[in-house]
């Protein structure tokens, strides 16, 4: 019998209750959870003194769960949970996240199978790479306990696979080629009868180790070691950031948007492929190619016609979506005030990313005019027979606006366009110099997901994830009003956070 108990056992055996004895990990499969699962590791089993015992209460399923190593990157800490949590949400799973911390990239995770554990890492951005595990330990001694003690059950399925070994040392320093030879050859127990290859091998298996640094230099000994057989590699490991390099692009300006944190957003947002995303500050388009990046249709507008049309014909929007091959997916986009919106009303979203504007780099103006009296009548002023406003070269007249009243418009405006469960994601600045606690947007129809910080020197940037809920919803609002224009972001950022 294999040592993973199979889904198909107990399904054949069914009306038996469960056995008062199980220990807790199996308990957790009497949770009403939208999929029935049962996290049960090889450990556990070993205890189980009548494991055929074990039987579905009528109606459902146990799913038997397999330890699954993720190696994490060490960038925007802040940032991991939330993007793990939301790519497992998107794909219909969920999954206990509790062993991520900052101490180590690495972490064991359950889940169900390959395929979910591809679908958990595949797009991350801030991950970079998941394997089924083969074993643990603080030393390379125990680390071979564990191995020979899992891998039984299986080597026999890779015993044939051409292969080959990597080795990831997390803060470790260099190792020579015959320290790496002596490593891999310790694990020679598992008597592979494939052939190496160094190439798009079958599989890949890994040894992972985790280093402390002690008086600035790497441990002489790993603190802890892991085997594994590789799943899937992240969009990190793929080389996207390189690619998405925004000095490699035809057309950025000062306000492009970190590349990075851009497909962390996109995310975050869930975005995926056939789906309809906006961005209503869309400025060089950092959002509109993150999420072209995943497939989905990208559209954007910004008020101002510059950004727009970019610094010449082969240096605008519609060239970065040719240098990435998204040109299909690039939609189109206005020259528009967002919060004049000339959207017909019932065209929906799939989600919103967007860096509205602060008004430090880019202005924060909106149509209108804070002097009406300037311009009273002029609105029947006709030139050529034609409206002056109707006309091509009609400038409209503009006023300052504020950034917390933007947020409301912008919050009222993701409450109507939003399926349920879409997504609205922004990033928001705070000036952290007045020790206040941050009133972040709220909006009744939409529930607050995440409110994650990055942090710079006096002040930080806020990515506020929002999820559209159905019509019995009814959350907290928290408008500018009630925020009482507290964070004033620009006005602090001009006197320097004094
Ligand atoms: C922080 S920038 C966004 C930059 C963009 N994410 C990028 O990667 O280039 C804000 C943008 O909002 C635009 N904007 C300002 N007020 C606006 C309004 N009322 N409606 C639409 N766009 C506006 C600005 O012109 C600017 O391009």
């Known amino acids: 019998m294999p040592q993973w108990l199979s889904t198909a056992n107990y399904g054949a055996q069914q009306n038996t209750n469960l056995p008062a004895d199980l220990p807790k990990a199996v308990r957790l499969c ?68 509790s062993g991520l911390s900052e101490k180590s990239p690495f972490f064991v995770v359950q889940l169900e199978n390959d395929e979910q554990a591809a679908q958990l890492i595949r797009r991350s951005v801030l991950s970079r790479a998941i394997y089924e595990l083969w074993g ?80 600035q230099e790497p441990a ?27 000095a490699k692009r035809p057309y950025y300006g000062t306000t492009t948007f970190d590349a990075e944190l851009a497909l962390v957003s996109c995310n975050l947002a869930q975005t995926r492929a056939g789906q309809l995303i906006y961005d209503p500050f869309v400025g060089t388009g950092s959002f509109a190619l993150a999420a072209a990046h995943y497939g989905a249709f990208a559209y954007g507008t910004d008020i101002d016609f510059r950004a727009l049309k970019g610094k010449g014909p082969s240096r605008r929007l519609a060239t970065n979506f040719e240098k ?34 602060y008004g430090v780099r880019e202005g924060l103006k909106v149509c209108g005019t804070n002097r009406e009296e300037r311009f009273e009548g002029k609105e029947k002023i006709i030139i050529d027979g034609e409206y002056a406003y109707l006309r091509r070269d009609f400038i409209q007249p ?27 994601c922004f990033w928001m600045p705070v000036a952290n110099d007045q020790d206040i606690p941050t009133l972040v947007p709220q909006h009744e129809k939409l529930q607050l997901v995440y409110n994650l910080v990055q942090e710079f ?41 004094k």
């Not at 189980?48 to 060490?74: C, H, N, W």
Request: aromatic letters at 12%; a positive charge.
């Open 457 to 497: 020197n006096k002040w930080s940037r806020r990515l506020l994830v929002y999820a559209k809920r159905d019509a019995n919803y009814k959350g907290t609002t928290i408008t500018s009003q009630e925020r009482g224009l507290q964070n004033d972001f620009r006005n602090r950022y001009f006197h320097r956070f």
């Open 398 to 424: 503009k006023k300052n606006y504020s950034l917390d009243l933007l947020l409301d418009d912008l919050l009222q405006f993701a409450a109507e366009r939003l399926p349920v469960n879409g997504r609205l």
């Open 324 to 357: 990435y091959g998204t040109s299909h997916l690039f939609g189109d986009v206005l020259c528009m005030d967002f919060t004049h919106n000339a959207f017909r009303k019932n065209l929906l979203f799939d989600s919103i990313v967007c860096d509205p504007p």
């Open 220 to 246: 002489p000994q790993p603190d802890y070691m892991y085997f594994g057989r590789e799943v899937e590699v992240s969009e990190r490991s793929r080389g996207v950031l390189e690619r998405h390099e925004i």
């Open 30 to 97: 009497q949770r009403p959870l939208i999929k029935q699962i049962c996290f049960l590791p090889l450990h556990l089993l070993a205890t189980f003194r009548q494991p055929s015992t074990l039987i579905a209460p009528p109606g459902e399923k146990f799913i038997i769960m397999k330890d699954y190593l993720v190696y994490m990157s060490q960038a925007h800490m802040g940032f991991r949970r939330a993007e793990l949590e939301s790519l497992a949400e998107m794909h219909g799973f969920s999954v206990d996240l």
């Open 136 to 215: 643990q330990g603080a030393t390379l001694a125990d680390l071979h306990a564990d191995v020979k003690q899992r891998s039984s059950a299986l080597i026999s399925k890779y015993k044939q696979s051409t292969f080959k070994f990597d080795i990831v040392s997390y803060q470790g320093s260099r190792k020579s080629r015959e320290q790496q030879l002596a490593l891999i050859n310790s694990f020679a127990f598992l008597a592979f009868e494939g052939k190496i290859k160094m190439k798009n091998p079958d599989q890949i298996f890994a040894i992972l180790e985790a280093y402390s640094i002690v008086n």
